[in-house]
């Protein structure tokens, strides 16, 4: 075994980690080497310092302490529970309001679409085209100027029946 | 070459510390939790799951005292450590659901506290935190022994040096090494406790421990005493 490999095992041999075969093979070679034997023993030395440092106690406070802690904590829980509660409410009701007003809004741009055939469309021209000379007098009835030619206005029906026989 | 723990653990008289201390870890130090009760504490923690409080008093009763040094040597924080661990058992109250009864209680804690630690050690606050919390830090037991003025001052500045190392030192070596040297975890506990390979804790350890023999010579040990 060469030094590299034992120093690499030397803190879990310390501590009781390795297995029956290879702490013998580390203890044969620590046993042969000094420099490995300095290392285990300045390890051990350091690690039994380390281990004789002082212990906190408790203050006599300290449960109490925690009581008080625990409760700020679940009252502060209770309260961040009932925001989320609250953050999910508003957006929420927004969503609905924002989608009704998204429905009313495409109802009102269909309605206003969906038209009555204009002057323009096949089916108006058709009859305009059979009425036409009916429409002609109309036109003289709408650019009558007031009431003037009301005689005219009122045998308009009898000069149409006529004109078309 | 001289070993400067050695001396002055030797001039101090303190018995447990010798160049020829032996390589079986000694594993008697207060504030240890055995895994023999880890049975016992997973039923607690399953009656507490189901409602009854009494079981977490009882936990909180045993485990106390453990997560307040694991999180005083952790932070190298004395002020803290009560705080900090009140925090921890805080967040395992709240956590309770997450705990699996697979795995071992102290596990479960250990890890809530070395996560809450962590969190702490970040703050902007802990950079410059050994030279400046040194003073009021509790007397170690080898202090206490010391017969004469200058051992004391020389206990002093050897216990102010492990807790610089320990405090220097990367913060996975650093969390193997509390839980190996002051809660006594084996390293199949430690593994299961950091989310690591066995071999990775045997590697941390190591370095850890080389660490620590070469920052404690840097820090003030005094080789003429």
Not at chain 1, 104 to 129: C, E, G, K, N, Y
Not at chain 2, 163 to 177: D, F, G, H, I, K
Request: with cysteine; aromatic share 8%; hydrophobic share 40%.
């Amino acid at each position: 075994m060469t030094c590299r490999v034992c120093k690499k095992q030397l803190s879990a041999y310390a501590d009781g980690e390795l297995s029956s075969p290879r702490r013998a093979e580390i203890k044969a070679h620590v046993d042969d080497c000094a420099a490995c034997k300095l290392v285990l023993e300045q390890q051990t030395s350091a690690m039994a310092l380390l281990s004789a440092q002082p212990e906190l106690e408790p203050s006599p406070s300290f449960d109490v302490d925690f009581e008080r802690k625990l409760r700020l904590a679940q009252a502060e829980a209770e309260q961040s529970k009932q925001g989320k509660r609250a953050r999910w409410r508003w957006p929420a009701l927004a969503t609905v309001a924002a989608g009704a007003c998204a429905i009313l809004l495409a109802v009102t741009v269909m309605r206003s679409t969906v038209r009555p055939p204009t002057a323009s469309s096949p089916i108006s021209d058709l009859h305009v085209a059979r009425n036409l000379d009916l429409i002609e007098n109309y036109q003289v009835v709408d650019n009558l100027d007031g009431l003037e030619d009301f005689d005219v206005i009122t045998g308009l029906e009898g000069l149409l029946e006529e004109k078309t026989q | 070459m001289i070993f400067a723990l050695q001396i002055v653990a030797q001039l101090l008289g303190f018995g447990g510390v010798s160049i020829f201390a032996s390589a079986t870890p000694q594993r008697q130090n207060a504030g240890s939790v055995h895994s023999g009760d880890e049975d016992a504490d997973a039923q607690l923690m399953l009656g507490f799951q189901k409602g009854q409080r009494s079981c977490f008093d009882q936990l909180f009763q045993k485990y106390k005292r453990p997560v307040i040094n694991f999180a005083y040597r952790f932070t190298g924080r004395q002020d803290r450590a009560e705080e900090l661990a009140q925090e921890i058992f805080v967040k395992c109250f709240s956590a309770k659901e997450s705990y699996r009864p697979e795995a071992k209680f102290s596990t479960w804690l250990f890890r809530i506290a070395r996560n809450h630690c962590l969190n702490e050690v970040r703050k902007p606050e802990y950079r410059h935190q050994v030279s400046e919390y040194s003073e009021q830090e509790k007397v170690s037991p080898i202090a206490s022994k010391a017969v004469t003025p200058e051992a004391a001052l020389a206990a002093r500045e050897l216990q102010r040096a492990l807790r610089v190392a320990l405090s220097a030192l990367p913060e996975r070596q650093r969390t193997a090494l509390i839980l190996s040297r002051f809660h006594h975890m084996s390293y199949d506990e430690i593994a299961a406790t950091m989310k690591v390979s066995l071999s990775a804790v045997k590697s941390l350890l190591n370095r850890a421990k080389e660490f620590m023999v070469t920052e404690v010579q840097k820090h003030g040990v005094r080789h003429d005493l």
